[in-house]
Each structure stands twice: as structure tokens, then as C-alpha cells.
């Protein structure tokens, strides 16, 4: 083709012969400047607009005060829960089943017991309220929020502000555990040792004590929009971004939709919207040959054999995420009448998604992880806030497109981002996955422990690995 062509040229007289290279080159050097400013160009979603709120929109300016808040309850509706719980119908587990038909209700009538009988509820709203709680207006909805400063900086140290996102069914109070590590350095004395932050965890709308939307759509995009709206209000430019579950991906849209604010991003959960050939190769021959198709020893320990376990783990651990996805309210509504089907069906969730073999105990490993005040603490959330339909509906709202096809599947991250591999994790995405889409991954880990809720199950290693990636990014 290309010697018909310059045969062609050869055809044409002298001038004639100059304009088509002076074109040529003209369109050739034109298309070089247009790649060059184009590779330079990074991509960003839209952050857009939103309302949230009862009927249209006011008119009115928005209230953009911070309020203090605090955690009550009253003793009617602790009378009521009791009430509730003493009616509770059981149905006896088959033998030998453990937790593999889902929570084993002989266990399950234990935690209720000890629910009705010795859980402290004032005690734990007293530990709840040891961190200062706020509420503010945003987009028509009222936005609660822990923050919390540090109470002593070392000397030449400025506090780094920090947000950390829950998921479902976790709540703000998973951080509990680790925000005195964050907020209290330990060191001696050097800038990388006594790292010292200001933490602000967010209620997402919908869950515990954030305000749910009234409209549908209220997606990721439109929760990461709300939250940088959040800390701009606190007055906070530029801040670091840390999150799981459902807390990964709305850090993740809001690296995507204001990345000058966005000093680093730390996920200890990944989420890939797209599953590209180069992975089913991995995948095909990671298990024999894992450095050809660029996987560590580690990723391929942890992938396989995948087909034989992690496909079948996967369809059976999701059932619950079809039923919220789809028809949200229908199942959410005995969740909340009966709390003791809120507990068991969020329990649940902390005994599988922390360890793979706890579904093989009686107890379900609960409390080999967790005490049962903190669980329970974490049920109360939803049951007192009547929230667990409208954390549900979160994924309807999500998962009804197409990952893939949305702004932000098809737009890559460029902000520093650390990602912790915890074992236990519901997926593991090697790194060679990750930076297809996180384009500047400054730090790997694989953790030799620890599921789905690392905040609350492993603080000091997630503490740790987040310092460690600050140190990175800030060349400590």
C-alpha cells in the first residue's frame, strides 16, 4: 500500500511534490502537539450538582453551619428493643450446620441474652460520645461526622487532615480503635515517626446517623461530591483520603473528581470495574507460571486455585448483595422491625468476611475478633437510626449500572495511592490489577492477617501501613 502510495507522489511535477510534504508535515507535526498536550491532559469526573432533599429545591441559601451533636436515646425506645427481643422466635439449626445455612441460631440466642441481660447500651453511647460529633447541611440533607483533633503536636509537626469512609454493614464507629493511634504520635521525635493527623469519619447518607436522601440516584459519585463539600466547609484544601468497602470507592470518585484536594489516597479495598483479557490470562496461567504474567508468588497463593474456591466463596458470600441490589426495601423490611434479625443478618457479615474459615464454627469465630459489645454497639447504630433500609438501598443505587461504562470505571486515578492487601479480604487484587486504574500506586502491602473491616478487627496494621504510605508520598 505504502509504495502505491509514493509511486503516486512520484507522479506529481516539483511544486506539487512541495505542498504535499509541507501538508504532511504540517498534519504530522499538528498531530504531535495534540498528543503531547493530550498525554498531558488527566482525566477527571464530573462533580455536578445535587439535592437531596424534600421536594424542590429552596431557594433559600443553605445552612452551612456545623452543629454539635450527640449520641441519646431514650429509655422508650430501650424498653421497646426489649420488648422485641423477648418475642424473638428461633429456629433450630440443623446438626452440624455451624454457620454454612448462615448465623447458627443456638449461638444466635446467646448474643441476644447477652443483648437483653448485660449489654450497657448508656455505656457504650458514653464511648460514643467521647469523640466530639457534628451535623451540617449539605445538598438538602443533614451530614453527621465525627472529628477529631489531636490532643498534643509535636513540636514542628502540623496536623494532617484525614478522611476515613465506613461501608456496609460497618458504621463511623470502626474507627474507634484506630483514631487514638492516628491522632496520638508516638515517636522520637523525627518528622516520618510522629506522624500526627486530624480525623474526620463521615456517617454515608442513608447509614446510622447521616440524614438518607429522599430522591433516588444517590450514588457514590454523589456521596464523594457531598463529603469533599464536607471538608471544604471544615475548611480543609488539600486532605488524605482512607477507605474500605463501600468507603474504597467513594474515596476513590472523589480522587477522580478533585484530585488537586486530594493529597493521597489509602484503600484497603479495591474496587476494578473492568476485567480485561490480560487478567483471564493471569488467571489461566498465574497459578504455574504467576512472574510471566506478572504476579507475585503472593498474588498467586492468595488467587488460587481460584476457579475450585474463590468463584464458589464469591457466589455464595454474595446472595446478599443480588437481594440489595434489586429489591432493597421488600427485605429490609423485617430487618427493621426485628432486631434480631438486624443483628443476625449483619453479624453475620463479621464472622464470614474476616476470616474464610470461620463459617466452620459453631459461634462463627465472632468473638475470637470482636467483643460483643462492639458488635452489638455497631447494631445499635442501625436499630436506634432505623437505617438499615436506607444503607441497603445504596446498592441499587450503585450497582444498577454498568461499572464499566461509568465516568468513573472509564476515568484512572493519578493521586499517590496505598493499598493494604489483607488475606482475608472478600477479593484480592494483585498489584499488577491495580495500576491499570491507579495510575501513581506508591505503596503495596501484604498483611500477614486480617479481613473486610481491618479498622476494627486489625488497627495497629492498617495504622501502621498508613503511615508508612504518608511517608512515602512526603519523602519522610
Given at each position: ?261 486530594v493529597k493521597g489516597l489509602h484503600l484497603n479495598m479495591v474496587f476494578l470495574s473492568k476485567f480485561s483479557c490480560s487478567d483471564l490470562i493471569s488467571l489461566l496461567l498465574g497459578a504455574y507460571v504467576p512472574w510471566l504474567v506478572g504476579l507475585t508468588r503472593e498474588d498467586s497463593r492468595r488467587l488460587f486455585p481460584y476457579f475450585k474456591t474463590q468463584v464458589s466463596f ?163
Amino acid at each position: 500500500m505504502w509504495q502505491d502510495i509514493l509511486q503516486s507522489v512520484r507522479s506529481y511535477d516539483v511544486p506539487q511534490r512541495n505542498v504535499i510534504v509541507a501538508s504532511c508535515a504540517l498534519g504530522g507535526g499538528g498531530l504531535l502537539v495534540f498528543w503531547l498536550l493530550t498525554r498531558q491532559r488527566k482525566r477527571t469526573i464530573e462533580m455536578g450538582e445535587g439535592w437531596w432533599g424534600f421536594g424542590e429545591k429552596s431557594s433559600n441559601n443553605e445552612d452551612e453551619s456545623i452543629r454539635p451533636f450527640e449520641v441519646k436515646t431514650s429509655e422508650k425506645e430501650i424498653q421497646d428493643l426489649y420488648q422485641r427481643l423477648d418475642l424473638a422466635r428461633y429456629t433450630p439449626p440443623l446438626e452440624g450446620a455451624a454457620f454454612h445455612y448462615g448465623f447458627n441460631s443456638n449461638y444466635l440466642q446467646k448474643v441476644v441474652s447477652y443483648w437483653r441481660n448485660q449489654f450497657d447500651w448508656n455505656k457504650q453511647v458514653d464511648i460514643l460520645n467521647q469523640y466530639p460529633h457534628f451535623k451540617t447541611t449539605i445538598e438538602g440533607i443533614e451530614i453527621h461526622f465525627i472529628h477529631v483533633k489531636p490532643t498534643h503536636i509535636p513540636s514542628g509537626q502540623t496536623p494532617r487532615p484525614l478522611l476515613m469512609v465506613h461501608g456496609w454493614p460497618g458504621s463511623f464507629y470502626e474507627f474507634y480503635k484506630i483514631i487514638p493511634l492516628l491522632t496520638n504520635p508516638v515517636g522520637s521525635g523525627s518528622s516520618g515517626e510522629n506522624l500526627v493527623f486530624e480525623v474526620i469519619c463521615p456517617s454515608i447518607p442513608g447509614y446510622g446517623f447521616s440524614e438518607a436522601p429522599h430522591k433516588q440516584g444517590f450514588d457514590m459519585t454523589a456521596a464523594a461530591r457531598i463529603f469533599h463539600k464536607l471538608m471544604h466547609r471544615l475548611g480543609f484544601q488539600e486532605y488524605y483520603l482512607q477507605g474500605g468497602d463501600w468507603g474504597s470507592g467513594i474515596t476513590t470518585h472523589m480522587a477522580q473528581m478533585l484530585p488537586k484536594s486530594v493529597k493521597g489516597l489509602h484503600l484497603n479495598m479495591v474496587f476494578l470495574s473492568k476485567f480485561s483479557c490480560s487478567d483471564l490470562i493471569s488467571l489461566l496461567l498465574g497459578a504455574y507460571v504467576p512472574w510471566l504474567v506478572g504476579l507475585t508468588r503472593e498474588d498467586s497463593r492468595r488467587l488460587f486455585p481460584y476457579f475450585k474456591t474463590q468463584v464458589s466463596f464469591t457466589l455464595r458470600e454474595s446472595g446478599y448483595m443480588h437481594i440489595q441490589a434489586t429489591k432493597p426495601d421488600t427485605a429490609g423490611c423485617g430487618l427493621n422491625n426485628c432486631p434480631v434479625g438486624l443483628a443476625a443478618y449483619i453479624l453475620e457479615k463479621f464472622s464470614t468476611w474476616t476470616d474464610k474459615s470461620f463459617p466452620n464454627l459453631d459461634d462463627g469465630g465472632l468473638e475470637r475478633k470482636y467483643s460483643l459489645d462492639d458488635l452489638l454497639t455497631n447494631v445499635m447504630i442501625y436499630w436506634v437510626t432505623g437505617s438499615i433500609v436506607t444503607s441497603m438501598r445504596f446498592y441499587k443505587e450503585n450497582l444498577s449500572k454498568n461499572p464499566s461504562t461509568t465516568p468513573s470505571g472509564r476515568t484512572a486515578v493519578y493521586v499517590p495511592t496505598g493499598v493494604t492487601a489483607f488475606p482475608d479480604e472478600l477479593l484480592h487484587a494483585p498489584p499488577s490489577w491495580v495500576k491499570r486504574k491507579f495510575k501513581n500506586l506508591v505503596t503495596y502491602s501484604y498483611m500477614p492477617r486480617g479481613g473486610h473491616f481491618p479498622a476494627f478487627e486489625e488497627p495497629q496494621l492498617l495504622a501502621q501501613d498508613f503511615k508508612q504510605f504518608i511517608r512515602k508520598v512526603e519523602h519522610l
